[in-house]
Nanobody
Framework: QVQLVESGGGLVQAGGSLRLSCAAS????????MGWFRQAPEKEREFVTA????????YYADSVNGRFFISRDDAENTVYLQKNSLHPKDTALYYC??????????????????WGQGTKINVSS
């Protein structure tokens, strides 16, 4: 089991940038693939991005491709989400999640065994 704690959320103006962090503790972080999901008010949780355990494979939702960037630092047991060119529709609660390898479908929430509590991003127009 992996414990995950997100940080870095807050209020930002449209067009701005923000970096989220997800600190992991517990079992070996480097053996987990990591993902970010988000849930806007009254909407279902949706996939944002994921990075494989080795860092060699990265996936993005079409809605964030080219604006958001995921990275991981296994020495720090942390995964990051750099968010640029933010838009009000990016307003949501952002969750990081850990998936034990092998991962069949990175975009699928059931692939992930452990979830953080979420950090809220509010993008004002």
């Amino acid at each position: 089991q992996v414990q995950l704690v997100e940080s870095g959320g807050g209020l930002v103006q449209a067009g701005g940038s923000l970096r989220l962090s997800c600190a992991a503790s517990g079992r070996t972080f480097s053996s987990y693939s990591m993902g970010w999901f988000r849930q806007a008010p009254e909407k279902e949780r949706e996939f944002v991005t994921a990075i494989s355990w080795s860092g060699s494979s990265i996936y993005y939702a079409d809605s964030v491709n080219g604006r958001f960037f995921i990275s991981r630092d296994d020495a720090e047991n942390t995964v990051y989400l750099q968010k640029n060119s933010l838009h009000p529709k990016d307003t949501a609660l952002y969750y990081c999640a850990a998936a034990p390898v092998p991962v069949r479908v990175y975009m699928n929430p059931p692939s992930y065994s452990d979830w953080g509590q979420g950090t809220k991003i509010n993008v004002s127009s």
